[in-house]
């Protein structure tokens, strides 16, 4: 059973049927009970930072996933879902967030040149770090190929996790991977061909 864990934050409608359409039946729930009996989690989430937090912290489904992810569950968390699964944020203030994958998610200002917009709207490509094989979630994607983004902030000080990386006035980190966690920036459900490959992945393969 492939689960997309439901805390009150995220785009629940469009991942389902991004699922649904490589052949899966996923189970929106936020009951423990469920999560628990799933064989893959997926962390959604849009918003901010400080809200999703506090949210999963007040279901306690915080306890949940970390419980899950040190039996060794696969995890996927997508754009806010992916930033949560880091130690903190610093999104209006000073959050901590699931400490599952090292790293801070910080802004872009004044990291990206000035007159570039954000937030980061749209279809950028997808680099791979040349010093690292590529990562079996991202096996089907070529190098250029363009995924869809939504996001003011981004994940840094995580270089041992990059998986994927995306040019926008800088080099931001676009994907991210420890073991059975993962995570991705952009919007997979989102993204055509390309992101629903790389959920098929996710959920047929072995972590």
Excluded at 27 to 47: E, I, S
Excluded at 87 to 102: H, N, W
Excluded at 118 to 139: C, S, T, V
Aim: aromatic letters at 8%; a negative charge.
């Amino acid at each position: 059973m492939i689960a997309v864990i439901d805390y009150g934050v995220g785009n629940l409608f469009s991942l389902c049927r991004s699922l649904e359409a490589i052949g899966q039946e996923p189970v929106v729930t936020g009951d423990p009970a469920l999560l628990r009996q799933a064989d893959k989690l997926f962390l959604p989430g849009v918003g901010a930072f400080a809200d999703a937090a506090a949210k999963l912290r007040q279901t306690g489904l915080d306890q949940v996933i970390l419980e899950e992810a040190a039996k060794g569950k696969p995890l996927m968390g997508i754009c806010l879902g992916m930033q949560l699964l880091f130690d903190e944020s610093l999104e209006f203030g000073q959050y901590k967030g699931l400490g599952l994958i090292p790293g801070r998610v910080v802004p872009m200002e004044g990291v990206i040149p000035a007159d570039y917009k954000i937030p980061h709207i749209g279809w950028n490509a997808l680099h791979f770090p040349a010093d690292k094989p590529r990562h079996k979630l991202l096996e089907t994607v070529q190098d250029n190929e363009c995924v869809y983004f939504v996001h003011s902030f981004y994940a840094t000080d995580c270089n041992d996790a990059v998986i994927a990386t995306t040019e926008y006035g800088a080099e931001l980190t676009a994907a991210v991977a420890r073991g059975n966690v993962m995570g991705c920036q952009f919007h997979p459900e989102k993204s055509g061909d390309v992101g629903l490959a790389i959920l098929k992945t996710f959920c047929e393969g072995s972590w």
